[in-house]
Every structure is written in structure tokens, then in C-alpha cells.
Nanobody, 116 residues
Framework: QVRFVESGGGLVQAGGSLRLSCVASISTFGFRLSVMGWYRQAPGNERELVAAISSGGSTNYSDSVKGRFTISRDTAKNTVYLQMNSLKPEDTAVYYC????????WGQGTQVTVSS
């Protein structure tokens, strides 16, 4: 079964930065073909997709993070990253990664807390 292990979260002041990592337990070939996404879920809210990266490296972002977050991938390490800059209190959430469109189990996520 495919697993996703997220890390890199923490407590940061508004305006600060964090870099999240997600390692996928799939073959390098499978990872290379996968469209990967970073999602987040704040208390009381539904989980939302904030960034995606295609197998070819094309990226898309939600309007709420565009210009502040950058998604990238390292195929050799089966890892996808989310660089988060200019963080705001409203970015506070648990962040998850997963293959977009898959029904695989969610990982535990990593908590990001931004203080004002």
C-alpha cells in the first residue's frame, strides 16, 4: 500500500517561512509519472488542495497561496516539497500530500501553526 510521510511543519511567526517534505513509498518509476499535490485542512474546514505538480514539472496553486508557496519534486528521492514564504495566520492547518485523483490513504500530515 502506498504511504505518504509528511514532515517539516512547526510554529512560525507571521511573515516567516517553512519547507515541508513528503516522501512517497512507491517505485521511482511510479512517482515519476504521478501528479502530486499538497493539501491542507484547518480546524472546522474541509481539506483543500493548495498546490500541484505534474510529472513534467508544471505547477498550479490555489489563489490563497499563489506567489508565496512553491511546490517542487525530487524524483530520485520520491519526495515532493512545499516551500512556504510570507506565512500568514490563515495558513495554519495540517498539511498533507497525496497523488491527485487517487484513493490512497492519507498520511498523518504535518502541523503548521502561524502566529500573528
Amino acid at each position: 500500500q502506498v504511504r505518504f510521510v509528511e514532515s517539516g511543519g512547526g510554529l512560525v511567526q507571521a511573515g516567516g517561512s517553512l519547507r515541508l517534505s513528503c516522501v512517497a513509498s512507491i517505485s521511482t518509476f511510479g512517482f515519476r509519472l504521478s501528479v502530486m499535490g499538497w493539501y491542507r485542512q484547518a480546524p472546522g474546514n474541509e481539506r483543500e488542495l493548495v498546490a500541484a505538480i505534474s510529472s513534467g514539472g508544471s505547477t498550479n496553486y490555489s489563489d490563497s497561496v499563489k506567489g508565496r508557496f512553491t511546490i517542487s519534486r525530487d524524483t530520485a528521492k520520491n519526495t515532493v516539497y512545499l516551500q512556504m514564504n510570507s506565512l500568514k495566520p490563515e495558513d495554519t492547518a495540517v498539511y498533507y500530500c497525496k497523488r491527485i485523483g487517487s484513493s490512497e490513504t492519507w498520511g498523518q500530515g504535518t502541523q503548521v501553526t502561524v502566529s500573528s
